[in-house]
């Protein structure tokens, strides 16, 4: 089956630095990838839709400033939480799908990103 | 608008049978439900396309009611696996962007 690979699976950081998330498709081309945050106990909630090639599709609320997205090539996007605070800690997760029709999303393992 | 998972929880007894259900107020090309473990990315479970069909994996089965706009997710006979967080996915339109219910969290004990 398809696989998404996300990477680092922790960070730990200090306030003000800026963290680098990975999103990779190992077996399939994505045109498309998605960008999730995840509170403890909570829902998945859409950040934003990653398109290969262009910019990046935000959900209202998000800011595209601190949440920078890059999808530079069909198997790799990038997720950069800029001068990241305390208030960035959550789980983040990406998925991709294959093109065509309904596709189920398959989903990194997720980073864990907590802000000191 | 996030479509709506009812219960927010169950407690279940091996062998015993659950019945999870999601509601949108809008119109829905496709639900898909995934299944969720602690500290784990979510795992794709199956995709039901608007026609009434109804699909299974393993003893998991659900069904999409396109008039209601509702889906169902059938857990039968469980097994201490099926431990975890169920969310179901609705997509509007063809294509792959979903939104998520909050989640049923599912606990199976021996």
């Known amino acids: 089956g398809a696989v998404v690979s996300q990477h680092p699976s922790w960070v730990i950081c200090k306030s003000g630095t800026s963290v680098k998330i990975e999103c990779r498709s190992l077996d399939f081309q994505a045109t498309t990838m998605f960008w999730y945050r995840q509170f403890p106990k909570q829902s998945l909630m859409l950040m934003a839709t990653?398109?290969?090639?262009?910019?990046?599709?935000?959900e209202q609320g998000v800011e595209k400033d601190k949440f920078l997205i890059n999808h530079a090539s069909l198997t790799l996007s990038t997720l950069t939480v800029t001068s990241a605070h305390p208030e960035d800690s959550s789980f983040y997760i990406c998925?991709?799908?294959?093109?065509?029709?309904?596709?189920?999303?398959?989903f990194g393992d997720g980073t864990r990103l907590s802000i000191l | 608008q996030q479509p709506v998972q009812s219960p927010q929880a169950v407690i279940l007894r091996e062998g015993e049978d659950a019945v999870i259900n999601c509601s949108s107020s809008?119109?829905?090309?496709?639900v898909h439900w995934y299944r969720q473990k602690h500290g784990e990315a979510p795992v794709f479970l199956m995709i039901l396309l608007k026609g009434g069909e109804q699909k299974g994996h393993e003893k998991i089965s659900a069904s999409f009611n396109e008039k209601k706009q509702q889906s169902s997710l059938y857990l039968t006979a469980s097994q201490l696996s099926y431990s975890g967080t169920y969310f179901c996915?609705?997509?509007?339109?063809?294509?792959?962007?979903?939104?998520f219910g909050g989640g049923t969290r599912v606990l199976v004990k021996p």
């Open positions: 998925s991709a799908g294959r093109q065509g029709g309904n596709q189920p999303q398959h």
């Open positions: 990653s398109n290969e090639g262009s910019k990046a599709t935000y």
């Open positions: 996915g609705t997509a509007e339109a063809a294509g792959n962007k979903l939104t």
């Open positions: 809008k119109a829905l090309y496709s």
